[in-house]
Nanobody, 124 residues
């Protein structure tokens, strides 16, 4: 079991940037494929970005391609989500997730471990 703690959320104006962090503990970080999801009020939780165990494969939701970037630091057991050119529709609670599978899952059912979430609010 791995424990995940997100940080870095906040309030930002449209066009601004934020970097989310997700610190992992409890198991070998490199054993996990990592993902970021988000959930806006009244909507289902949706996939944002994912990175493979080795960091060699990355996937993004179409809605964030070219604006968001996922990365991981093995020395710090941390995965990051750099968010640029933020839009009001990016407003959501952002969750970090981990799975021991090799595939970068894009659905919530493919991940067993979740953080508590961090709020991102983008004002227009």
């Amino acid at each position: 079991q791995v424990q995940l703690v997100e940080s870095g959320g906040g309030l930002v104006q449209a066009g601004g940037s934020l970097r989310l962090s997700c610190a992992a503990s409890g198991r070998t970080f490199s054993s996990y494929t990592m993902g970021w999801f988000r959930q806006a009020p009244g909507k289902e939780r949706e996939f944002v970005a994912g990175i493979s165990r080795s960091g060699g494969r990355i996937e993004y939701a179409d809605s964030v391609k070219g604006r968001f970037s996922i990365s991981r630091n093995y020395a710090k057991n941390t995965v990051y989500l750099q968010m640029n050119s933020l839009k009001p529709e990016d407003t959501a609670v952002y969750y970090c997730a981990a799975t021991e599978t090799m595939v970068i899952g894009t659905t919530t059912s493919q991940y067993r471990n979740w953080g508590q979430g961090t709020q991102v609010t983008v004002s227009s």
